[in-house]
Each structure stands twice: as C-alpha cells, then as structure tokens.
C-alpha cells in the first residue's frame, strides 16, 4: 500500500504535466450511489488497489461516447457507443487529435465538448451507512464508479496536509460522505466530505477482506485496443 506522502507526491506531479478533461458498468457490485435520494447520504470507507503497483487507491477510466441515428438493419432509434481513449495508454487518440481544434473555434465548441473523453474512476471499499433498498452482494466489499465532482473533493483533501493518514489505512483511516442534492436539473455531490475522525475497521469488515480479498481496480478498465479496434473507432467517429 502506497503512503499519504507517495499519493501526494504523484498527484502533483501529474498535475505538472500538460494535457494529462457514467455511465457505470452492469454489476452488481458496483454499489449505485447514485441512485440516493436528493437531500440523504451515504457513508463509504475506501479500500486499497491489491495491485501494489498502483501508487493510488483508484484507477481512471477514460471513455469517448459516440452516438447514431440508428443501426442498420435494427431499430431507428438513437445509439451510443462507448470507445475507451487512447490515451489511458499514453498513445495517440485519433478522435481527440480530430477535437482539439474545435476549442478555437467557437461554432464547433459544443460539439468538441460532446465528443470529449469523459474520466470517471474506480474505487472499491466497504459501504458503512446505506440509505438504498438493495440486496448486499455476498461479497460486502464494493466497487465504486465516481465522477469528477466528488474525485476532485477526495483529491483535493489528500493533498490538504491537515490530512494525516491516509484514509484507506486500516486503523487510522476515515469514511467519506456523499451527500447527493440538486443543482437546476443536475446532480450535485459538492457537498460531500470526509469524516472529521479517523476510525478503524470492525472484525466483521477485516474478516470480509481476509474471505475475499480485495480487487484488482484494473481488472475493470477496458481492455487496450487492438491495431484493428483503433482503426473501427477511427471509422467510427
């Protein structure tokens, strides 16, 4: 498990480097947040990536979305396809090389906009305080698919050096609570927080790692393209 000081260190030094902007995947341990009421919350505690290369507790997904009219020979409604970005391996994208330059020019900026690859990303961790009527896998531990509002909350208090421990530590950890209301039509999760205390986790929840194990958060990002996938989603777009 990476220390509080070697997350702090890579989180800034990505965000020295240039050019480095949900819908969740059907599983039912992905844990759907997002399906709360407006005005309630819910309390999460964080887990670490069983990948110990993985300097975070989380992975990004970067995803391009790609709408139709219609598929030939199907139905005539609209369609959207999902393509993962080229550059979650540090290649070239051909859709975002063909995008950049509508930012210059502002009749083509909305449709930049929409074409942009749009990041969410992974966690995993234990669900402590769960306002939903749902059925609890039998594996307690949970997948989480967060958006870049609440990312750049959870992001910006690791960096925040009142922060302590590193709030996936066992012992000295502490929950995160989204609390979901609604901005005009939208959403918002911005007041969302941490838990003011550090808490350790109870035998049950230590037991449920030791069954199960933690995830492999990389396991649960598309797979690389292919010199011929690359070329479809080229044809695509």
């Not at 509508?102 to 992974?122: A, N, Q, T, V």
């Not at 750049?152 to 922060?163: F, Q, R, S, V």
């Not at 911005?190 to 049950?204: I, Y």
Request: net charge negative.
């Amino acid at each position: 498990m990476a220390s509080l000081a070697e997350i702090r260190a890579k989180l800034s030094s990505m965000e020295s480097k240039p050019g480095s902007n949900n819908s969740p995947q059907s599983d039912n341990a992905i844990y759907p947040f997002w399906n709360i009421d407006e005005g309630t919350s819910t309390v999460l505690r964080f887990l670490p990536d069983s990948d110990a290369d993985n300097t975070f507790f989380w992975v990004e997904r970067q995803m391009i979305r790609l709408t139709f009219p219609g598929v030939i020979g199907g139905e005539n409604r609209p369609v959207t396809v999902q393509v993962p970005c080229m550059e979650m391996w540090g290649d070239t994208c051909p859709v975002l090389s063909e995008v950049r330059p509508w930012f210059k020019d502002p009749s083509l900026e909305d449709m930049g906009r929409k074409y942009w690859k749009k990041r969410s990303y992974i966690f995993q961790g234990f669900v402590t305080d769960n306002p939903l009527n749902e059925t609890t896998p039998e594996n307690p531990i949970r997948r989480f698919v967060i958006g870049p509002q609440i990312f750049n909350i959870i992001k910006g208090a690791l960096m925040d050096p009142d922060m302590e421990n590193i709030p996936t530590d066992y012992v000295n950890g502490c929950d995160f609570r989204v609390t979901k209301t609604t901005k005009g039509q939208y959403a918002d999760y911005s007041t969302s927080n941490w838990a003011r205390k550090d808490s350790a986790l109870d035998e049950t929840q230590l037991a449920a790692i030791d069954t199960n194990g933690l995830f492999a958060l990389s396991d649960y990002l598309p797979a690389q393209p292919s010199a011929e996938h690359y070329n479809v989603i080229s044809e695509m777009f």
